[in-house]
């Protein structure tokens, strides 16, 4: 397994320049002017290289593509507008009309609708099912599905899936495999393990500094016996086939991005690029604050008011926490609150803790998810996606973990800094 010291020294040393400019440059341009009509002729047709015109690929983001291929151990990459530009473009580059997707487990809001709606209308038809649930999972690979969904972590649900054995069912049954990996960046490298195609939202822990929207899809090669030889995928069969190993990046570039134009802009992939020298270093801090702080909450909260993270002996996924991802899986906690009032004002009552739809920033975050991302859902789907009324989401950052503890329980007990709050003196 690769460890943080390799990721240091790859990321570094990839992003920076050991002559002339040392920080990437920029290259904003829309357009890129060709030496002759031959070389425009070659350029076209994929024989030189050099800049086509900006929709289609940029030098600035050409350099965060490379750098997100070799950290994801992928062929290739493809970077995005945003981490919703990169599911939408594999989805509408990888299936057509009466495809079928499965999505196993909790979903980004964002995603869920995604799948539930938009692709709906265009005809793609879509399952879902709990993250566990292997019995419908091979039920509905066997019916001969195109595509599988499924997040690293669950956000907000915090499931952790047990990826090796869904990965060998998709193998098996010769579906690809998407995995959103955006929580678990470094501590998870689905491609090596089997999956498909990455992806992740870079403006999460990956840019880090809530300073960039983006996102990337990474591919792997594709083989002799690949499982896209499979009939099922015969539409692609001709990209496929001219295209042969880099086919999969060249499938999603020019049926998502050329036709949709969900491109990266150079500013944005500068400023994730400088995200991305620090990643290790700030996945590391958060890796050893987080449990630090659940576990001082845990011992300090009011009896109405519940920490839920996998670190945790307790919690259902424990097991799979140290098995398959060695003691880390990103910065998200929750805390279950009786219901919305409480949570409300405990949010309220925060004086370093941000309030913001993001997570992996550098600073820590926290939201209600039922009046904010998930409010547009109906209480099924919230129960599904593992919304309820009183939850709230933490992302933890960079900060002191202990002042960070000591935020929510002053909040909890109304500007009082004990850590031991009384559940006379607690918010109802
Ligand atoms: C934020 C997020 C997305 C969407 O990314 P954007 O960059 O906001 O479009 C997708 N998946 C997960 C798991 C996310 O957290």
């Known amino acids: 397994m690769k460890d943080f010291n390799y990721f240091n020294t790859l990321l570094v040393q990839s992003v920076g320049s050991k002559v002339r400019a040392i920080a990437p440059s920029?290259?904003?341009?829309?357009?890129?002017?060709?030496?002759?009509?031959?070389?425009?002729?070659?350029?076209?047709?994929?024989?030189?290289?050099?800049?086509?015109?900006?929709?289609?690929?940029?030098?600035?983001?050409?350099?965060?593509?490379?750098?997100?291929?070799?950290?994801?151990?992928?062929?290739?990459?493809?970077?995005?507008?945003?981490?919703?530009?990169?599911?939408?473009?594999?989805?509408t580059a990888y299936l057509k009309s009466e495809d079928e997707v499965l999505c196993i487990g909790g979903f980004f809001g964002g995603t869920y609708t995604l799948v539930n709606e938009t692709m709906k209308r265009?005809?793609?038809?879509?399952?879902?099912?709990?993250?566990?649930?292997f019995e419908q999972i091979e039920e509905t690979l066997k019916k001969g599905i195109h595509m599988v969904l499924i997040e690293s972590v669950g956000n907000p649900s915090l499931e952790l899936?047990?990826?090796?054995?869904?990965?060998?069912?998709?193998?098996?049954?010769?579906?690809?495999?998407v995995v959103d990996n955006t929580v678990t960046p470094l501590t998870l490298?689905?491609?090596?393990?089997?999956?498909?195609?990455?992806?992740?939202?870079t403006t999460k822990a990956i840019s880090g500094h809530s300073a960039a929207l983006g996102g990337?899809?990474?591919?792997?090669?594709?083989?002799?016996?690949?499982?896209?030889?499979?009939?099922?995928?015969?539409?692609?069969?001709?990209?496929?086939?001219?295209?042969?190993?880099?086919?999969?990046?060249?499938?999603?570039?020019?049926?998502g991005m050329r036709d949709i134009g969900m491109s990266a802009n150079a500013h944005g992939s500068f400023l994730t690029m400088l995200g991305l020298e620090t990643l290790a270093l700030r996945?590391?801090?958060?890796?050893?604050?987080?449990?630090?702080?659940?576990?001082?909450?845990?011992?300090?909260?009011?009896?109405?008011?519940?920490?839920?993270?996998?670190?945790?002996?307790?919690?259902?996924?424990?097991?799979?926490?140290?098995?398959?991802?060695?003691?880390?899986?990103?910065?998200i906690i929750t805390l279950e609150c009786s219901n919305k009032s409480t949570a409300f004002k405990l949010l309220n009552k925060l004086e370093i803790v941000t309030q913001t739809a993001n997570i992996g920033d550098n600073r820590t975050l926290a939201l209600h998810m039922a009046s904010t991302i998930y409010?547009?859902?109906?209480?099924?789907?919230?129960?599904?996606?593992?919304?309820?009324?009183?939850?709230?989401?933490?992302?933890?950052?960079?900060?002191?973990?202990?002042?960070?503890a000591k935020d929510f329980l002053q909040a909890i007990n109304h500007g009082n800094s004990s850590l031991n709050p009384k559940e006379e003196n607690s918010v109802n």
């Not at 399952?127 to 566990?132: A, G, H, K, V």
């Not at 490298?189 to 939202?201: K, Q, T």
């Not at 008011?305 to 670190?311: A, F, G, L, M, T």
């Open 216 to 255: 990337v899809a990474v591919f792997r090669a594709i083989n002799t016996k690949d499982k896209l030889h499979n009939d099922k995928y015969k539409e692609l069969h001709p990209i496929i086939n001219k295209m042969k190993k880099k086919a999969m990046v060249a499938i999603a570039k020019k049926r």
């Open 189 to 201: 490298r689905p491609l090596e393990m089997g999956a498909d195609i990455v992806i992740h939202s």
């Open 26 to 91: 920029i290259t904003s341009s829309a357009a890129f002017g060709y030496e002759n009509a031959e070389e425009a002729e070659s350029i076209f047709k994929g024989e030189i290289a050099n800049p086509l015109y900006a929709r289609v690929g940029n030098p600035t983001t050409t350099k965060l593509e490379s750098i997100i291929a070799k950290m994801e151990g992928g062929l290739a990459s493809i970077a995005t507008s945003s981490g919703m530009g990169a599911m939408a473009m594999v989805m």
């Open 375 to 404: 409010r547009d859902f109906d209480e099924d789907t919230q129960k599904y996606l593992g919304v309820t009324e009183g939850l709230i989401r933490i992302s933890i950052g960079l900060e002191d973990p202990e002042t960070i």
């Open 122 to 133: 265009f005809g793609i038809k879509s399952s879902f099912c709990d993250i566990d649930d």
């Open 161 to 177: 899936p047990d990826l090796p054995k869904i990965i060998k069912l998709c193998n098996k049954y010769e579906t690809l495999l």
């Open 283 to 331: 996945l590391q801090r958060v890796n050893d604050s987080l449990p630090k702080i659940v576990k001082i909450l845990e011992k300090n909260l009011p009896k109405h008011i519940k920490v839920s993270h996998p670190s945790l002996k307790s919690n259902p996924y424990h097991k799979r926490f140290v098995s398959d991802f060695n003691y880390a899986c990103g910065p």
